[in-house]
């Protein structure tokens, strides 16, 4: 039995049966000819996916896909209708929902493609997936950047510091000024262009071709959607961190002035105290965007400028699904730890099993928990 193969090919490739012979399938086999751009020659050397990876991808961006439609849905739906919690600073998180409700938009695409072993729709189809990526990954990253923004100026400047509604639609309004240009960009092919990857069943932006121009491309993308809001996030976040110290000493020093034990000694305070757990969910937000994008961004930084040997199919899919999973991460951490979120979910979906007092019977009632400290 003669095998079709050349020196240099993997040895150890996928079969299938025709006439009695053995035929061997490379990545890009069933893309028509016309399309063929669409696979770069990196992927050709690597035998074409088995049909059971391809369903275990889809199986993992269907249970992504549920979480992250009904977390987000919840977090849109009781953000934006409850009195309590309609306030400048929770429309960044109604919009980082938006976001990430937006990169769900892909899931319905990726699964079609993984059972047909193919990206359907050949370059629109691949352009639509990558636009609804690029966008919302862009989009979530300057939103925790502003996040991080808020709960600094929050906590740090109580009285005059707070953003206001009109400050904050305008941030959002930049948010997705922010996101647009390295959509477009390669959308239209002024700069860069979109391209499968992986399984040949996703698409992003090109970050393997050779030419200067490609580089170029991949390094800026790089700068303005992960660098930038990265050095934004540590910023504020430490400055956030060194305010909160400033603050627990100030409190400390008055508790001895006033031989008391507590130091959240009236509603002001304990005030400080919900907004500081707020502070720990964004920075919670923060760290699960850290572990979701840095995969991402070293694996296309590798294509770009480092060892393309190392970027397997199975290499390049595994930081993609961190990213997807990030999206559906994020609500459940605010439904895990927002306490007035929280009382919401109890009040309005009690069958979740959510317990959580009222944020504001806790603070008036810290108001007037004041102890006289032991002699």
Avoid at 136 to 149: K, L, P, W
């Amino acid at each position: 039995m003669e095998l079709n193969y050349t020196a240099g090919d993997p040895i150890a490739f996928p079969f299938k049966m025709v006439s009695g012979e053995v035929q061997q399938h490379m990545l890009g086999w069933n893309i028509p000819a016309e399309h063929q751009g669409l696979v770069h020659e990196h992927w050709r050397q690597f035998p074409a996916v088995d049909k059971f990876s391809h369903y275990l991808l889809a199986l993992i961006y269907f249970i992504l896909m549920i979480f992250s439609v009904t977390g987000n849905s919840l977090v849109i739906w009781i953000f934006s209708t409850s009195k309590s919690l309609r306030s400048a600073s929770n429309m960044f998180i109604v919009n980082l929902a938006i976001f990430d409700l937006t990169m769900m938009l892909e899931m319905p695409h990726l699964i079609v493609n993984s059972f047909y072993q193919t990206i359907i729709g050949n370059q629109m189809g691949c352009d639509i997936y990558a636009v609804f990526g690029a966008l919302s990954g862009i989009g979530g990253a300057i939103t925790n950047a502003v996040i991080a923004y808020d709960r600094y100026k929050t906590i740090s400047c109580p009285i005059d510091g707070r953003i206001n509604k009109v400050q904050a639609s305008i941030l959002i309004a930049v948010t997705w000024m922010w996101a647009l240009p390295f959509t477009i960009l390669p959308w239209t092919r002024v700069w860069g262009q979109y391209t499968t990857e992986g399984f040949l069943t996703t698409c992003s932006f090109d970050f393997l071709s050779e030419d200067q121009d490609t580089k170029a491309f991949v390094a800026c993308i790089f700068c303005w959607s992960y660098v930038i809001p990265m050095t934004l996030i540590c910023t504020f976040y430490s400055k956030l961190f060194v305010a909160v110290r400033h603050h627990e000493r100030m409190l400390k020093e008055q508790a001895k002035k006033m031989n008391v034990k507590s130091l959240a000694s009236n509603k002001e305070d304990a005030g400080k105290s919900v907004e500081i757990r707020i502070a720990k969910v964004a920075f919670t937000i923060f760290f699960l965007f850290i572990c979701s994008w840095t995969p991402y961004g070293v694996v296309t930084m590798i294509g770009a400028f480092g060892d393309r040997s190392l970027l397997t199919p199975v290499v390049t899919m595994i930081p993609a699904v961190f990213c997807k999973a990030v999206s559906c991460i994020d609500p459940w951490v605010y439904a895990i730890n927002h306490p007035r979120f929280r009382a919401e979910l109890e009040r309005r979906v009690p069958w979740m099993g959510v317990r959580e007092p009222d944020p504001d019977a806790t603070s008036t009632n810290a108001s007037t928990s004041t102890t006289p400290a032991d002699a």
